[in-house]
């Protein structure tokens, strides 16, 4: 099931449990402005190729626009949009001054040389810059973007319209980045996992730990629960993984396949699996982290031996397997509690920015580790008192601020 597919049944539960009448589920659900581009480039074989873009405003109630760019064959209009919606979910629920927005470029960044992706970036930063701004909208990493990629992109806004750090987060910290940003999504994860743990008398330490997916979050998830005592037992990415129950050498398999950018399934400490299999590992925390729609009931969903998903990734678990595994018992930590990690400290970057005041790398984790557990106890709480999934509470958080901000401004 696609991601936009996912976030639009997630959201009509979710509208029906708030309650919301039919103009507020009109307003909530559709975007505020969505644009689709030509991204032409020139490839390094002299021929222009032409990508398609989009960047999708989903709401700018309670902030400026906030969400990454994804460079993704995958990438196109439904699925923008529905990762644009799980940002505004995601900001609300931090408590950050932003709404939600998402871009994508449809290409497979791993085909480009780094001339031509920063062909791709500048063309299709060039067609969208009119939207952005440090007050409008402000772009940040995702699946196939990086740093660098930030940096051509703030070079290529600030061109236009005056140097703009504020305009971008995610920057290189060269360029006016935050320590800490690069790792934040991840060291969110941890976080919500340490306070659930704490809360439930589960101990990280010891803990057998799943991943899918080793990049900018699968990776420095698996390093800071390895630095935690966990056991990271399994990991995989597109081409297939290892596993070994003793725990994998994850500093080493961080420099191999993060750092180098090698395959996983090349490293030498355990054996070989192939992606399917990753999913029948039993294991204490399973995390996804890569693409939307990979737990599914015809996939995999009944495979599952694990005590809680932690959902590092957007929209991994479909409706019908996250009824699966709540009637399973399994817990569902979601997606847009869990990743806030990156999208808060984006709002640090974009503060320093602002102020021109550049912030240690302790006081972005302590003030990541603050928000991200106030939105934990939040959700946490209203669950309790109203027996609901973890899901739903914290639909239920974002949509109420939502909603009560487009009210406010009179929507
Ligand atoms: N792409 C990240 C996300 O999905 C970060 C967004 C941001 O920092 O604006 O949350």
New binding site residues.
Partial sequence: MPTGAIVRTQFDTAADLAGLDASQRRLLQGPFRSVSVEVPVRMDDGRIEVYRGYRIQHSGARGPC???I?FHPEADEAEVLG?AT??TW?TALADVP?GGA?GGVQVDPRTLSQRELEGVTRSFTGRISLMLGPYRD?????MGTNPQVMAWLLDEYSKRNGYSPAVV??KPVALGGSLGREEA?AQGVVYVMEAYAADEGLAIEGSRVVIQGFGNVGAHTGRLLHERGARVIAVTDVDGGLHNDQGLDIPRLFAHAYQQRKPVAEFVGGDAITNEALWRVPCDWLIPAALGGVISKDRNVNDIECGVVVEAA?APTTPIADKVLESRGVTVLPDFLV??G??I??YFEWAQNLQQHPWTFERVNEELHRKITAAYRMVRDLRRERKAQWRTAAYAIALQRVAEAERLRGH
């Fill in positions: 906030k969400g990454g994804r990762l799980t940002m995601k932003f998402k402000v772009p940040a990493p995702d987060t995610g999504t957007n990743n806030a990156g999208v400290v984006s």
